[in-house]
């Protein structure tokens, strides 16, 4: 028959079977028309006899043999009736299970089911959803066996298939049977399913038996599977009698009775994945109704509920502590250094680990199925022998071997898809139970940070030796790098697996060759590890300067009204840039190895292919046709199996060594310094190992304490008991002393101590008072105490009441020679700075108190908080922001003085907390909360202050100076021993009334209530806290509409218009060629199997004839290749470079305006949410969009590509091609939504989570003096709880999405196959387009869920440049005036002469005017004052003067030159202004004090001298080179305010303003200060802004305001007369 006649007789004859007879040849059967025909070519010119076989029959033992149905030798010795019997047991289990299920289950279920999100679990609950799912395979292979061996009939024998498919779907009866049973908790009903079983059991068993007496063996498939499911149904009947056994259902009088787990009886845990099914938790099912219900309403903390037990903080902290108790009981191992921790870690978390790591490596190995069935079924098709032998026949029926069995291309098919199936369930249980332990991991080690910082010396933060940022990059960065290490820990076992096995598939494939190419992976992977190094490296150089930026802008933002007003705003603008072109620098290099990186990954797998196929054809010869596509497309697929591992390894070890140093740094602060405490006593020997910023109070004292360093030492070795017995003495003598120090040496460092011999009692039920001038030591006076410094010697004592304690409970409480805070009381303490919590006003103030609404409003009326929270917008019930951002200085300080007066402690700690308030303020405090208040309750009140007009209400006074006491005693007994000290302070206090005479009219002055409309009218820092409201502050967290794409837009704009094009070519130019070379390389392979073809049929025996020649194909080949790596390149470049010149853009757009921007925007918008886009919106912007955006393009490209090649094969698939779409779409379209909700989500929990760390350092003192430190554990716990929850929620759901996108892959890959396989067998579809069509589905199944996955992440991540944008498009302060620089006369203002004529402004134009048409002349040189109640307008007069209000009435003219006309930057730079809170910036301190290096160092230190700094800053190293810490923290408060007064000085302006700059001074200092301004600018203007009146009693000129007009304006002793005059008013309250 010729070949021509081929297609024609096969349209014919498609439908036949043929039986073909070569002559003289053992006959062979052929299941295809083309079979039979491409056997004529292989034949050559031999006859073949082809006869059709009628395949029209059905019947179920069919009817090609006559004695089918014949029971001649016995019934069981038909093969047709054992498949008949094997039929029974499933239709019993249908019949007698469809209608309890389909029928009576509704009412049953009512009755008995506990809840509908409860699984209470039967014994053996896993065993028997495994071996059902195995079982449900092995009846698939059982039904594939029994079609292909129907094959070989003339008639259908329905008994070979029919009862394995009621099998299966007996198989799925049970299960689904046994869901709603388990679920409903009636075992009873299980009787079903155990004579199921037992039928099940022996109906196989029978069949098996009968097999092996017919001498059918291992060499027939369907033996094999037959004892196969003997042994599962005998397993799953064993099953069915342990749950008989354990719960004694049957056969027992006393069943068991069981409960659901205690998690599941908790309605509030909705996290569901270890109580549900194994089907449920290998899907993630239970996600189904979460993930669609996100679509109807946001997923906030209430939706996901709470965590299971077992995977809440606290056990996993119970856990962790267990281990390193054992590690702790096992030797005398040193508890030292990262080894401890790591064997902890290993002993607490490594069984789950084990069980990810088994679940990878079967992944893995299943992953191979792909290559293999891919080169199985390519080589069926391309196949020149498609014969194998008979099959044999025996009980009337055909039995064929395995090998038979795996050579037919849909049973590959088929077999791949389960593979694929499998494959994908492995690796998403890996993943998740590997991210669920590193989860748990992450809680329990914050959680131990958390207890260790409630341990710490506060010496450890006052000192610089660990600051707030680093213990919380501890707890944000370092315990994520452990928790990704936890995760990537499964790769390292598996991927040795993965490369031994890849290599010897490609080596079976391609023999030598493969080696070669392996070769070439192998040595190119170490490049890709050294640019993933140098990635890692130029990442944490990045990563210095983006912290030093952040830091720098925090300063300026901080500061932001200090640099406006004296024009500084460019100066520090310039250095956060200058720092930023360092960061873009390293940033340059992030992203030149982010592209050398990129382009590896897509160049390596090409390099390898083309190595290998060069080789292979170069050693093989010309005749040799082993390049078959079977071989190309095998090893193609092979190849990238291969390199994933090497890829991963890079990453992998990348994370092992994060994790190693941050295990390091773990171990470093769990080893340091500690308290001592009741339980844990702890010998402090911290190493001395401190940066060079040093305290102040140490450095000053190192020059006057030398004398004194021996006698310390003395102290230590003293006798002990000696001490005892001198303390027991005194205390038997003294039982009214609360506390007692004897002879105390306390320090901050191991150097010189701060406190020296102290010595001093603190008597029961009284007011002490603590005095001294700024860095004598009296604030660490109350901090030793409470036991939060160092103690070096002496004895410390505290004393319970006198009525309660005998001598023998006054022992104990003495601990000799050792410091015991610990066995002191809780302790009401309000340090100097205002500590406050993330909470409501009420909160702040009950500080977790028992409410009682009698008391609260008392403290409330005391403290005179009621008309600040009618201002807020809820009252006392507004949370007030982190830091209490949206209050004023004032007002955070009554709310801590609240807290104090609130709570019920014998022991009160006041720590100066009168500096932050004004003198009518003050006074009410100090007589209505101190005096009366707290001595009616005859509690022991300690106060350190500046202002000894309260002195005479002291019970007990105590002077320090330079770290020692000076004196103590009641007053009159310094009076006697101290005549000296007490004159100084009559003097200071002569101006004072010791009377309370004046309370009366004290409290006519005190604020009105005012609306929310009218507060803009108080001064700068009441404003900056109104507008504020809960929900700005929330903004962020509830953030959830969806983000226009318009945003890419704006994304790329950014980028130019030059690498746009570029950017888009690039990627469809790649993607083109990568198509192009696959196409070329199926194209070449087909070739070569015509040319195989046409060899045989010539039967040629010269070599010459015989050649096929490679090289043109292999050269083309080579091309492509070539462009493809070039293009590779060419697009990471494109990609990374865009990244970049976007986020030099808006950093640089956005830096430019908040420098520009008025200061309304700060005092409306919380600074974490501005400083948010500067450092986690910037962060984004900067790594992951270009990295998401390269991630997205690649994945949807590749897709789109695949899917079209796969169409072009076989248009049949674009048929299947729209359901598997539409599922994609709405599986997307519900998982973007929410993703980004669980996204926001997490990053909203972990910012309460990182600021209760930040502010639990902050307020450790206050924390640990109330004893509050389990309830702050309790809320961290809760914190960490609600942030893994919503980890693992959103892992949960990017596991749903994978499971279901890879499932769709699968399905791609099996319609594609079966496809391909039809084209192939009937359409004459070449076999290099089908392992083309196949290669590339595969890849679909690989990059389908990256694709949502990477849009999700895209959509959450342009937010960021939605936020960045909007605050861009802020309008900016108009910097331009009428008049240039060069037009402003040199020297101006020369006089200070200030003319204000009808102004009246406003803090924005939606707001009411805040002074109104104010007339006033300043004379030059004049020194005037100005007073007036909270709100008068008393700050805004002198912010007018700056203009940084809006001006939109009248004029202010200064030396003949209206104001409004000049340049801001001119404006401001005239003038000097010192504001009442000080603000220090980090850097020495001549960058402090003369940031525009102006000034020389004469004149520096002049200004030093001139504010009682230079003895304090000659102390310091480097003098004026010396460091200053961020914020000034290594100086006092008074101190910082000094520093202010200097910078003003140095400017030597001849206008002054000062807005309350002595606030933080002691008044000695305060005297000198006056008297010095007076002289110092005795020819310049000065402008005081007072709070108290008597600082400006001296001036020329009073100005009194009220609602913003000036209401007296005249000479202080001409107002003094008028005795009706508000002025004469306030002076007397003052009094």
């Known amino acids: 028959m010729r070949p021509a006649v081929i297609p024609r007789l096969s349209r014919h004859i498609r439908n036949w079977k043929y039986e073909v007879y070569p002559i003289g040849e053992t006959p062979c059967f052929i299941d295809t028309p083309s079979f039979a025909f491409k056997a004529n070519h292989r034949f050559g010119t031999r006859l073949l006899f082809v006869t059709p076989i009628s395949n029209t029959t059905l019947s179920f033992c069919g009817t090609d043999n006559s004695s089918a149905y014949k029971v001649d030798n016995g019934l069981l010795n038909n093969g047709c009736f054992l498949d008949a019997l094997g039929v029974v047991p499933h239709v019993f289990l249908l019949f007698s299970t469809f209608p309890i299920l389909f029928i009576g289950w509704g009412s049953q279920s009512s009755k008995v089911h506990i809840h509908h999100s409860t699984w209470l679990h039967f014994p053996g609950h896993e065993i028997r959803w495994l071996l059902t799912t195995v079982l449900l395979f092995v009846l698939v292979c059982e039904i594939a066996e029994g079609i292909v061996s129907d094959g070989f009939n003339q008639s259908r024998h329905l008994h070979l298939y029919m009862p394995a498919g009621l099998g299966m779907l007996a198989a799925i009866t049970s299960i689904v049977y046994y869901h709603n049973i388990e679920t409903s908790n009636f075992p009873k009903l299980l009787i079903a399913l155990l004579i199921y079983w037992t039928l099940a059991f022996i109906t196989k068993t029978i069949k098996f038996v009968k097999y092996d007496g017919h001498g059918i063996g291992l060499s027939e498939l369907r033996f094999c599977i037959t004892g196969m499911l003997a042994l599962i149904y005998g397993l799953l009947l064993g099953v069915e009698f342990n749950v008989i056994l354990r719960r004694r259902y049957m056969w027992f009088k006393h069943p068991t009775e069981v409960k659901p787990p205690d998690d599941l009886q908790d309605l509030g845990v909705r996290f569901q994945q270890p109580f549900v099914n194994l089907l449920s938790k290998s899907t993630y099912w239970w996600m189904n109704t979460f993930i669609t219900s996100a679509h109807k309403r946001p997923i906030d903390l209430k939706t996901i509920g709470k965590l299971p037990i077992s995977m809440r903080a606290l056990t996993n902290y119970q856990r962790l502590r267990k281990a390193f108790n054992s590690q702790m009981e096992k030797g005398p191992v040193p508890l030292k250094g990262p080894r401890w921790i790591w064997r902890a870690l290993r002993q607490a978390f490594s069984r789950p680990l084990v069980l990810s790591i088994t679940f990878r490596i079967l992944a893995d190995l299943l992953g191979f199925a792909g290559p293999l069935c891919i080169s199985g079924i390519v080589h069926h098709i391309s196949s020149d022998n498609h014969t194998s032998l008979p099959p044999v026949k025996l009980l009337g029926v055909h039995f064929i071997s395995s090998e038979a069995f795996l050579a037919n291309a849909y049973v590959l098919a088929v077999l791949l898809f389960l593979a694929l199936l499998l494959q994908r369930t492995f690796l998403q249980a890996s993943y998740y139970v590997a991210i669920e332990t590193g989860i748990k991991l992450r809680g329990a080690i914050q959680t131990k940070i958390y207890n260790k910082i409630m341990r710490l010396c506060t010496s450890n933060m006052s000192m610089g030796d660990m600051t707030t940022a680093q213990i919380c990059s501890l707890v944000a960065r370092d315990t994520n790098h452990l928790m990704w290490f936890f995760f990537l820990c499964p790769n390292l076992w598996a991927m040795p697996v993965q490369i031994v096995i890849g290599v010897i598939l490609l080596y079976y494939l391609l023999g030598v060759s493969a080696l070669i190419g392996a070769t070439v992976i192998t040595v190119l992977a170490p490049l890709q590890y050294f640019v993933a190094t140098r990635l890692s490296r130029a990442q944490k150089s990045t990563l210095e300067y983006t912290s030093e930026r952040l830091k720098k802008t925090n300063e300026l933002l901080r500061g932001i009204k200090i640099l406006k007003l004296y024009a500084w705003e460019h100066i520090f603008r310039s250095s956060v840039e200058d720092t930023r072109r360092k960061e873009l620098t390293n940033l340059r290099t992030f992203a030149l190895y982010t592209s050398l990186s990129i382009f590896m990954n897509a160049a390596i797998p090409i390099a390898a292919v083309l190595t290998i196929f060069v080789v292979h054809v170069h050693m093989h010869s010309a005749t040799d046709f082993d390049l078959s596509p079977a071989v190309a497309f095998g090893s193609l697929s092979l190849c990238h199996i291969l390199v994933t591992p090497l890829f991963l390894l890079s990453s992998v070890l990348h994370s092992t060594v994060k994790a190693l140093v941050s295990v390091q740094k773990l171990s470093e602060f769990l080893s340091s310094a500690e308290i001592e405490t009741d339980k844990e006593p702890i010998v402090q020997t911290p190493e001395n190992n401190h940066g060079d910023i040093k305290s102040v109070y140490a450095l000053q004292l190192q020059a006057k304490l030398v004398n004194r360093k021996y006698k310390a030492k003395q102290d230590v070795n003293r006798n002990f008991q000696q001490q005892e017995q001198e303390l027991m003495d005194s205390v038997s003598q003294e039982g009214e002393v609360c506390i007692k120090i004897v002879n105390g040496y306390f320090t901050w460092t191991q150097g010189c101590p701060t406190l020296t011999n102290i010595d001093i009692k603190v008597p029961f039920g009284q007011l002490t008072m603590i005095v001294g001038q700024v860095g004598s030591g009296k604030s660490s006076l109350l901090l030793a105490a409470l036991g939060e410094m160092q103690k070096v010697s002496g004895n410390l004592t505290w004393n319970s009441l006198p009525n309660s304690d005998s001598e023998d409970n006054v022992r104990s409480h003495y601990l000799s020679g050792r410091h015991s805070p610990t066995k002191r009381g809780s302790v009401a303490y309000a340090s100097q700075r205002p500590w406050l919590l993330n909470a409501t006003v009420e909160e702040n103030i009950l500080f977790d108190m028992a409410p009682n609404v009698k008391r609260y409003k008392e403290v409330i009326e005391i403290c005179q908080l009621q008309p600040d929270i009618d201002t807020l917008p809820q009252g006392d019930q507004t949370v007030i922001g982190e830091r209490g951002i949206i209050l004023s200085g004032g007002q955070r300080q009554r709310i801590s003085i609240a807290r104090v007066l609130y709570q019920r402690t014998n022991v009160v700690f006041l720590d100066d907390p009168f500096s932050s308030l004004d003198i009518h303020l003050s006074d009410h405090l100090m007589h209505e909360g101190i005096v009366k208040f707290l001595r009616q309750e005859k509690r022991t009140v300690v106060l350190v202050t500046h202002k000894l007009q309260y002195l005479p209400h002291a019970d007990w006074i105590i002077s320090m100076r330079d770290g020692t006491v000076q004196t103590q005693g009641t007053l009159k007994d310094i009076q006697c021993a101290e005549p000296d000290l007490f004159e100084q302070w009559r003097t200071l206090m002569n101006r004072q009334n010791k009377e309370n005479s004046t309370e009366l009219k004290r409290k006519s002055f005190r604020r009105a209530m005012y609306s929310r409309d009218t507060l803009a009218t108080e001064d700068e820092d009441e404003d900056s806290s109104t507008t504020t409201d809960e929900e700005s502050l929330r903004a962020e967290l509830r953030y959830r509409t969806t983000i226009p794409w318009s945003l890419f837009a704006t994304y790329l704009r950014a980028a130019g218009l030059l690498l746009i094009p570029l950017l888009v070519l690039s990627q469809i130019t ?464 008074g101190q910082r305010q000094l520093f202010c007064l200097a910078r003003a000085f140095v400017r030597k302006s001849s206008i002054l303003i000062m807005d309350e700059a002595t606030a933080s001074i002691d008044m000695a200092t305060e005297s000198i200060l006056q008297k010095v301004v007076m002289t110092a600018f005795a020819d310049r203007t000065v402008v005081t802004i007072a709070h108290r009146v008597h600082t400006i009693l001296g001036s020329d000129v009073v100005i009194v305001m009220k609602h913003g007009a000036i209401l007296e304006y005249d000479e202080p002793d001409v107002l003094l007369e008028q005795k009706e005059s508000v002025f004469s008013a306030f002076v007397r309250a003052d009094k």
Not at 1315 to 1336: D, K, M, R
Not at 1382 to 1387: I, K, L, M, R, T
Not at 1400 to 1420: C, E, F
Not at 1448 to 1467: A, M, V
Request: hydrophobic residues 45%.
């Open 1070 to 1533: 790649k993607h083109t060629l990568m198509v192009a070379i696959d196409f070329w390389l199926a194209h070449w392979t087909s070739h070569v199997i015509e040319a195989q073809i046409e060899s045989a049929e010539r039967n040629c025996t010269i070599t010459q004839d015989c050649e096929f020649s490679h090289s043109s194909y292999l050269q083309v080949f080579c091309v492509l290749c070539g462009l493809g790596i070039v293009l590779c390149l060419v697009t990471s470049l494109a990609v990374e470079w865009t990244g970049l010149r976007v986020a030099k853009e808006l950093h640089c757009s956005l830096l430019r305006i908040i420098v520009l921007a008025p200061m309304r925007l700060f005092e409306t918008t919380p600074l974490g949410n501005i400083l948010n886009r500067f450092s986690t919106d910037t962060n984004t912007i900067d790594q992951h969009i270009p990295v998401t955006m390269e991630c997205l393009s690649r994945s949807t490209l590749l897709c789109v590509s695949a899917l079209g090649v796969i169409s072009y094969v076989t248009p049949v698939f674009l048929i299947a091609l729209l359901p598997l779409a539409t599922a994609c779409y709405f599986i997307q379209k519900y998982f973007r939504v929410a993703s980004r909700d669980l996204q926001q989500l997490e990053d909203s929990t972990e910012m309460p989570l990182l600021s209760h760390f930040s502010q639990t350092i902050e307020g450790l003192t206050t924390i640990r003096a109330f004893r509050h430190e389990q309830r702050f554990k309790k809320k961290l716990l809760e914190y960490t709880d609600a942030n893994n929850i919503s980890s693992l929620f959103l892992m949960s759901a990017n596991r749903w999405l994978e499971v279901r996108m890879e499932y769709i892959g699968a399905f791609v890959v099996l319609i594609a196959a079966v496809a391909s396989i039809t084209n192939a067998l009937y359409y004459q579809l070449s076999a290099g387009l089908v392992g083309l069509g196949l290669t590339y589905a595969l890849m679909v199944s690989n990059y389908l869920n990256w694709i949502v996955r990477n849009l999700a992440d895209m959509e959450v991540q342009l937010g960021c440049v939605k936020r960045v944008s909007s605050l861009i498009h802020t309008e900016p302060e108009s910097y331009d005036g009428l008049i240039t620089p060069a037009q402003v006369p040199a020297g101006w203002p020369k006089y200070g002469e200030i003319q204000i004529k009808n102004l009246s402004v406003r803090y924005d134009s939606s707001l009411k005017p805040v002074l109104k048409h104010v007339n006033a002349h300043i004379k030059p040189g004049q020194k005037v004052g100005i007073c007036g109640r909270t709100g008068s307008g008393k700050s805004s007069f002198s912010l007018a003067l700056f203009r940084m209000v809006d001006t939109f009435e009248g004029q202010i003219i200064i030396d003949g030159i209206d104001i409004s006309k000049l340049p801001l930057q001119t404006l401001r730079s005239k003038f000097s202004i010192i504001l009442q809170d000080p603000i220090l910036f980090s850097g020495t301190i001549r960058f402090n004090i003369d940031p525009e290096r102006k000034a020389t160092d004469q004149m520096l230190w002049e200004a030093l001298e001139i504010a009682q700094l230079m003895p304090v800053v000659k102390a310091l190293p480097g003098g004026l080179n010396a460091m200053v810490t961020e914020g000034g923290e290594n100086f006092s408060q």
